[in-house]
């Protein structure tokens, strides 16, 4: 690193060449390292101008904001370098330090361990630390959603009426028509299904039915599938609720849907309410900006908790997400969704076993299902189901052509596996694998480390 009187000279070599691209870049970097933040920022803003879509001027630039808390800048510089594929991990770096600064910890999160991922010599512990959920306050009192008449009398079908798009069904699926996971089976029917179908038991050793499970996992694994089995598996009736049924434009009209959602699931006990993605409902409150969706986030806890011991007996709340660490601690508490459980891709026993039940109601030749759980390595449930249906589909072209129905057989399976490519997997265990190893200081993670430590 030159000396001051070194970089004078380069100030003045600068100036007498002020075209000199490799130059300027130069001197800016020297500023940056030793620390004249305003003075790089400026050499920074030159260079960009003689290469405006430089990553490096650009990432330098946006370092001189962050190291001044000018975060917002840092961000907008950032911008259409991050929209890029495959941008350099130090500008993914800077951005989740600007976001950290502004307090969006989540996306600070994801920004932070995918540039890690790619280069691990970035890693940070001390940054990662804080971006770890801390255990969330306890949420703000709300007063809850009136169970009486509404404070304003909504006109029937108005956006302001009460409404679950949600509907009941009843399930259809048990146990026997999920495949595999039997340690995951054996966790909900103890949480789940032996306090109702059980209930002297538990109530001798003090316990209450009610509560929920988080499952995690990767996209496509199951979870969905699993809440509809665990429904008819207790006879019980199931909800499923997407977001977008709950999450509307209208501001103050979500809170009373989520409200009415639960009641639906209340007037139809037993009942297994299922949220999917309850991450987008669930991110960590900190990462909210507009108070209106901290409010649902709020409803949402209220209505968990149950405006009194039984308001909740016999709906079983299941909450399913990918992204299990944007989820806000608060949402853990006892009597929440207390419980995570872990969803795992299926190993190739359970694969083959998955390829049966998606396979039993079809016209089958003999069947080697171990030969193709074999060659479909970290596919996922969904991903089977790809293949089958595009075996299916050739198969049943075949039938129209021969005009007789031709049984399916292992080389269909085998052929459309070689054209489905598996889903997120490995993706997904590359960003558990950061989560487990920089930020699992609660242990929360701990149920993941035998996964994430296996080859993907
Ligand atoms: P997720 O909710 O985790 O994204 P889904 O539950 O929607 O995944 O799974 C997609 C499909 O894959 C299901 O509809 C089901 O047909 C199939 N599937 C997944 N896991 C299993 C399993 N263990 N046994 C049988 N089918 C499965």
Redesign the pocket.
């Known amino acids: 690193m030159p000396d001051d009187a070194g970089l004078q000279a380069l100030r003045e070599a600068a100036r007498l060449s002020p075209d000199n691209l490799p130059l300027r870049q130069h001197l800016a970097g020297q500023l940056l390292a030793r620390g004249y933040l305003a003075d790089a920022e400026a050499e920074f803003r030159a260079a960009l101008v003689l290469s405006p879509k430089n990553p490096e001027i650009i990432t330098g630039l946006a370092e001189a904001f962050v190291r001044q808390s000018a975060y917002g800048s840092a961000l907008a510089a950032l911008e259409p370098l991050l929209a890029e594929p495959g941008y350099p991990p130090r500008a993914g770096v800077l951005a989740a330090r600007a976001l950290a600064g502004e307090g969006d910890l989540g996306r600070a999160a994801y920004r932070y361990f995918e540039a890690i991922s790619r280069d691990p010599a970035l890693a940070d512990p001390e940054f990662a630390a804080r971006l770890n959920p801390p255990p969330a306050p306890p949420p703000v009192p709300q007063p809850p959603v009136p169970h009486g008449p509404a404070l304003v009398t909504p006109q029937p079908g108005s956006p302001l009426a009460p409404q679950s798009n949600a509907e009941v069904q009843s399930s259809g699926l048990t146990f026997a028509?999920?495949?595999?996971?039997e340690a995951v089976k054996e966790a909900l029917r103890v949480k789940l299904l032996l306090p109702i179908q059980q209930p002297d038991l538990f109530a001798a050793f003090g316990k209450r039915a009610g509560g929920g499970v988080l499952l995690y996992?990767?996209?496509?694994?199951?979870?969905?599938?699993?809440a509809r089995a665990a429904a008819g598996e207790l006879g019980a009736a199931f909800v499923n609720v997407g977001l977008a049924d709950i999450l509307d434009m209208y501001i103050g009209s979500s809170e009373r849907n989520l409200h009415a959602t639960f009641d639906l699931a209340r007037r139809n006990r037993p009942c297994v309410l299922f949220f999917?993605e309850v991450d987008a409902l669930a991110a960590r409150r900190s990462d909210m900006r507009q108070a209106h969706t901290r409010q649902l986030v709020n409803q949402f806890l209220a209505e968990l908790d149950g405006v009194d011991q039984n308001a909740n007996e016999g709906v079983l709340v299941l909450a399913?997400t990918?992204a299990p660490w944007y989820v806000d601690a608060a949402f853990r508490r006892p009597g929440r969704l207390d419980q995570p459980v872990f969803?795992p891709p299926?190993d190739a026993a359970?694969r083959a076993?998955?390829l049966r039940?998606?396979c039993r109601d079809k016209p089958l030749a003999e069947m080697d299902f171990d030969a193709v759980a074999k060659v479909t390595e970290h596919f996922?449930?969904?991903d089977?189901?790809g293949v089958v249906d595009r075996a299916v589909e050739a198969k049943l072209q075949q039938s129209i052509s021969a005009g007789r129905p031709i049984p399916l057989s292992t080389p269909d399976l085998l052929a459309a596996a070689q054209s489905v490519r598996p889903t997120a997997v490995r993706e997904w265990m590359a960003t558990a694998r950061n989560y487990v190893m920089h930020a699992n200081d609660s242990g929360a993670w701990d149920e993941l480390m035998p996964w994430v430590k296996g080859k993907w």
């Open positions: 028509d999920v495949a595999g996971m996992g990767p996209p496509g694994a199951g979870k969905t599938h699993l999917d399913a990918n969803v299926p359970a076993a998955i039940i998606l996922v449930g969904a089977l189901k």
